[in-house]
Structures are given as structure tokens and as C-alpha cells.
């Protein structure tokens, strides 16, 4: 019986509860790799089952610390929430920004945008469920929340995208698209794919997030969004 309790220990020690550098992980010694962990955790959590749904305790098990330090970093579920959406779509914009601010020519940034946005949304899938998540707790009056993420996230890319099309239709290189329809357009294009990925795996008998798929779908998006604007 003895025996038995020490092989069990190391397989305690891997689950997240070990030591490296000094400090248990799950402790507040590693603030930066918890913290990001229950993130990643509560990404997952929230796309699945949105925030009513949604379990602190199942959270701070995926992500290998106790309850109790989630709400250390986290007063409540609706703060961790808030936090998730900031996670999410400042990564985004931290990811398309410099390309939309960059001198590069207008039909080339917008190739280079398009890049950039899926390439995001396919290392993180789950991002539209959280979306779409948030719109319909939303309802149609909209919320406090949506206001704050379209304000802070949203609002800042689709005026640069919409300086960029601005650019482009000047220069002769693009149709005389209207914004209004057509960076919804896009967004539809890049993001519909992957909220509807279990779907199309189960009518289509394919993997849709398999890395051959993903530079399928990669590449047509930018042709079809290219033919669909460029002259």
C-alpha cells in the first residue's frame, strides 16, 4: 500500500500543483502563467455555455489552480467574464492594428488584414461562439458590455478598414463598395466558418479545423473577398 501512495505523487505533481522555479504552480508566485491559464480555461468555458451557464469551479480545474485563486485575480464570474472578452479581442486588435496603420498600399493591407484576421480567429476557434454568446445575452437593446467591447475593439479596426477602402476606391483599385455592406461581408466570411465547424464536420464527413482544411478555407477567403473588391 505504501508503495502505491508514492507512485502516485509525481502524477499529482504534473497536474499543475508541482514547482518549477521556485514557486507552486497555482500559487500566487507565478501571477502571470496563472492568470493566463484561467483565461485560456474561461475561454473555452464561456464559448460553450456562455456566462450562465458557465462553472468557476470547472474553470479553475481546466486551468490547474483552486477556486480560491481564480477569485483572487478575479472578484466574481462577471468580472472574469469582462476579462475573457478584453483577452480576446485585444489580442485581435493587437494583431490587425499595426497592419491597418502601416503604409503599405491598399489593396496589398487589405490582403494583409484579411491574413491577419484569420489567421487569429483560426488559432482561437472558439472566439465567434463567445461573440455570438454575448450578442444574444445582449438581446436587441444591446448592453453595457457590447457597448464597451464595440467601443474599445470594434470601433477602432472598422474605421481604419473603412480609411482603407476609402484609400483604394480613390486610387482606382477597388469597386465602390459601401462599408456598410461590405465589412459585415467580410467578417461573415471569416467567422461563420468556424462557429459552424461542427456542422460542417457532421454533413460533410470532414475535419473542418484540420491544417490542410485551414489553408484551403485560407486561401479562399482571399480570393473571394479579392475578387469580390479588387478591380
Known sequence: MKASKVARRPVRSGRGLGRVGGHRLGSRGRPEESRAAILKA????FAELGIAGARTD?????AHVNKALLYYYFKDKDALYEA????????LRERVMPVLESGLPPRQKMLEYLGSYFDYIAANPRIPRLVQAEWMRAGGKGSATLQRIAGEYFAPILGKLAEVLREGIEAGEFRAVNPMDFLPSVAAVVVFYFSAAPLIKTLMKVDPLSEARIRERR???????STALFK
Open 84 to 91: 475573457v472578452l478584453d483577452y480576446v479581442f485585444s489580442g
Open 42 to 45: 474561461a475561454v473555452a468555458e
Open 58 to 62: 470547472a474553470i479553475a480545474r481546466a
Open 219 to 225: 486561401a479562399f477567403v482571399l480570393d473571394f473577398i
